[in-house]
């Protein structure tokens, strides 16, 4: 609930490397994110917007936590079932469309889906 309260990294960024934007038309989620690289290919900057349910916007600030600092390679490696046991909280099957909408959106930012 804290990061549904309280998100980290929640905004927009002025320059990036990449974004995307993608929306669940079940709930009417939609998530945008948009990251910098450092010289070595490190999510050096990470900023997620958009409406959504506390499962949404949640996973969303907790996804830009956990990948901060980590490689594109890194990242597609990160599975769906590694980001719910990090998520640290049960999630209903018919929600899991909605704690992975943020994982999706960045794995088109970044050209890995």
């Excluded at 309260?5 to 939609?30: Q, T, V």
């Excluded at 890194?74 to 909408?101: G, T, W």
């Amino acid at each position: 609930m804290d990061h549904y309260k309280n998100p980290r990294n929640f905004g927009d960024l002025k320059k990036s490397d990449g974004n995307a934007k993608r929306d669940n038309p079940i709930c009417g989620d939609s998530i945008q994110i948009a990251y910098t690289l450092d010289r070595k290919k490190r999510i050096k900057e990470i900023k997620f917007s958009g409406t959504g349910c506390s499962i949404t916007r949640a996973g969303a600030s907790m996804l830009t936590e956990f990948v901060k600092g980590k490689t594109i390679k890194e990242v597609e490696k990160y599975s769906d079932d590694d980001f719910l046991e990090e998520m640290q909280a049960p999630i209903a099957p018919a929600r899991k469309k909605c704690a992975l909408l943020a994982l999706e959106t960045l794995r088109d930012a970044l050209g890995i889906n």
